[in-house]
Structures are given as C-alpha cells and as structure tokens.
C-alpha cells in the first residue's frame, strides 16, 4: 500500500532566503533564523533554537517582491508550528509554520 502525503499549503510556496527574527509567545525562545521557502498562508525555515511544534510565534522579516506584488515589504507574522524537523549533522532545525496573521510594518527612513 502506497503512504500518500496530502498537500496542505494554501498556495504555492516561493523559494526565497530571508533573514528572519523570531520570538515565542511564551517568550521562551527568541532567536533569529532563514527562510527557505514562503507564501501569505505559511512558512519554512531554519533555525539554531529548538522551537517546539505547537508554539506560537511572532516572526518579523522582508517577504521578496515575489509575494507582495512588486516590492519588499517588513512584516510581522504571527504562526503556530505544525513541525520540526531535527538536524542530523547538528546543524540547525527546522521548523514548518502555519502563519495566522501578518501586518505590514511601516519603512522606517533612514
């Protein structure tokens, strides 16, 4: 018998990798990471930090012109953890979120 995962991604994830800092809820954990690949409904990326699947986090980054239509744009994005994938070389986690929310952050000049 053939195990046959279902896609639950909203849209199709765009590859893309962006500095990302992250914050628990409980304020547990806050650390910083990379992206490997987004859209509006969900997130993966890498971090040192374990992240517990079942956290909520708070996420600030650039989303890429890919997403946005045109240009950058800072946002906060608050997620709940689906997974986490464990290193094998010791190297950083994984960590698969599903995003809940997201406000766009004003520019700040410079």
């Known amino acids: 018998m ?13 590859a893309a990798r962006v500095p990302v800092s992250i914050k628990t ?3 547990s954990v806050e ?4 992206t490997r690949d987004l859209n509006k409904g969900g997130i993966f ?3 040192d930090s374990r992240i517990v ?7 600030v980054l650039i ?4 997403i946005t239509q045109g240009t950058k744009q800072w946002v ?5 953890v689906v997974r986490v994938e464990d290193s094998e070389d010791g190297g ?4 698969a979120a599903s995003i809940r929310s997201m406000e766009i952050l004003p520019e700040i000049p410079s």
């Open 2 to 14: 053939t195990d046959v995962k279902r896609e639950r991604r909203s849209g199709q994830r765009v």
């Open 76 to 80: 906060c994005c608050r997620a709940s």
């Open 53 to 59: 699947a079942g956290s909520e986090l708070e996420m």
């Open 31 to 34: 650390t910083t990471g990379f």
């Open 25 to 27: 809820q409980a304020g």
């Open 92 to 95: 950083d986690f994984g960590v």
């Open 63 to 66: 989303l890429p012109p890919e």
């Open 45 to 47: 990326l890498y971090t």
